[in-house]
């Protein structure tokens, strides 16, 4: 069964510094996604992506968070200037538009910041 | 703003033993996800319910959608331990490719 694969899948990273996720979506899917769950809480919607632009977004998803489909597979989210508070775990996801499917979730990548 | 509520957040229940998890929602949506989550794990799909009156059913699980109501259930019958796991209720706006906005999830623990 077709997957959605995160990578790397833990980062470990300075505060301050700038960290890239990346996400391959399943290949006939249009939509795409990403949220984080911070541990132990819920998952909190960041950011959808369609037709190359973002659809949607959260008011976690401020100016330090940006996305980009930078090729016809992958999907990244970049954080610029990381804080102690982003670390959470990242979930991509990916969707084919069709109602009657879910959205499908990626391993995820856990983001600690020091 | 779209709030979505679970109850019980924990559960600990005896193996064949039967319970219910509510999921409330403050829209009018018409669709609805549950999904399950093992620890340090990704989300997995269980159950799509996209009308009024749906039920779905897989193995011990059974969820059903009251849109009226803004109300979904996930009923557990005879528990085992393999169901151990949190499950979230998402809920969607009602557009292809929107937010899934999720409850805080019910942390179940089945114990013999």
């Known amino acids: 069964e077709p997957e959605v694969t995160q990578t790397p899948s833990h980062q470990v990273t300075q505060m301050g510094q700038e960290v890239i996720l990346r996400c391959v979506p399943i290949s006939n899917h249009l939509y795409f996604y990403w949220y984080r769950q911070i541990l132990g809480q819920k998952v909190e919607f960041l950011v959808s992506?369609?037709?190359?632009?973002?659809?949607?977004k959260s008011e976690i998803f401020d100016d330090q968070f940006s996305v980009e489909r930078p090729d016809g597979s992958n999907f990244t989210l970049k954080i610029r200037s990381t804080k102690l508070e982003d670390s959470a775990m990242y979930f991509c996801?990916?969707?084919?538009?069709?109602?009657?499917?879910?959205?499908?979730f990626g391993d995820g990548t856990r983001l600690s910041i020091l | 703003e779209l709030k979505v509520e679970q109850n019980p957040l924990f559960l600990s229940m005896q193996e064949g033993k039967n319970y219910t998890i509510y999921c409330n929602y403050s829209?009018?949506?018409?669709?609805l996800y549950w999904y399950r989550q093992d620890p340090g794990k990704s989300l997995e799909s269980l159950f799509v319910l996209l009308s009024n009156g749906a039920v779905k059913q897989e193995g011990r699980l059974m969820a059903s959608l009251d849109t009226k109501a803004r109300l979904s259930t996930l009923h557990i019958t005879a528990a085992v331990h393999d169901l151990s796991a949190t499950y979230f209720c998402a809920v969607d706006t009602n557009q292809a490719g929107t937010a899934l906005i999720f409850g805080k999830g019910t942390t179940l623990s089945v114990s013999s």
């Open positions: 996801a990916s969707s084919d538009g069709d109602y009657n499917q879910p959205q499908h």
């Open positions: 992506f369609y037709n190359n632009e973002i659809s949607e």
């Open positions: 829209t009018t949506s018409d669709r």
